[in-house]
Structure formats: structure tokens, C-alpha cells
């Protein structure tokens, strides 16, 4: 079953009064500290103003460090057809949980320019200069291993 926000099934995993770091009350669910992945697929990815940049499609997990390394955001295109992909640093993204969403500050024309690629050619993320150039371009630190 499918449990992104998209299809409106509520998880109890987003909670808004955690803003500031307020933790969650015991019972509350785990959210937003703590979330399942597919409550996370398909939420809306927007610039700083507001403006829509894609949605998330996947999240790229480094199992060797057990850490969320990439978010991969599919932007453009129509019903599906010359949609890119763009691999986001999880650390680039910024969960708002108020309006279930998250926020990368980025431009959507510097978006247009980046390193992306097609559902049918994916880059070697385990590539340490791929990543590397990706964290650059995206202006984050890589995180060790």
C-alpha cells in the first residue's frame, strides 16, 4: 500500500508542532524526526519563494553508513515523457512539515543546468568523484562513511 501524502492517506508521521525542535509527545508517532520512506515519495520539492521545483521519486540510501545520501527529484517534462532526474544531497533539502513538502534553495533555472540524468541512465552514485562534483554543485559538504 502505497502511504505518500500524495494520495492523502494520513501516517501520523508529520507533525507540525516540532517546529523549533520541539520534540514530539510520546504516543505522537514518529514523524518528523523519523519518517518512512513512503511517506516521503512523491512530496512536492520547492525553491525558497515557493516555486515549484519536482517531486521526490526515490531516496538513496548509503547502506554501508546506514545515512540518507541523495534525494532524487524528477523535474520537467509531461506525463512522464522528458522528465530529468536530479540526484539532491539529502543535507540540500529542508523538510516543511506544515505544509508537507520540502524546500531546496536553488533557482529552478540553476536546476535546469545540473547534473541530471534520465529514468533509464542512472550515474553511478557510488562513484566518490560523482558525488563529490553533486555536493559541490549543490554547495554541501559530502559526509563520511
Known sequence: MDMNIENGVTTGMYKSDTVG???????DGPGPFLMGTK???????????AGALGKITEIMLD???GR???AVLSFGGFLGLGEKLFAVPWSALVLDTMNKRFMLDVEKERLD????????HWPNMANLEWAADIHAYYGRAMYSA
Open 39 to 49: 511517506t516521503l515519495i512523491s512530496n512536492e520539492v520547492v525553491d525558497r519563494e
Open 63 to 65: 547502506v554501508l553508513s
Open 68 to 70: 540518507v545520501a541523495y
Open 21 to 27: 525542535g520541539v520534540q514530539p509527545e510520546a504516543g
Open 113 to 120: 543546468g545540473a547534473p541530471g540524468f534520465d529514468k533509464d
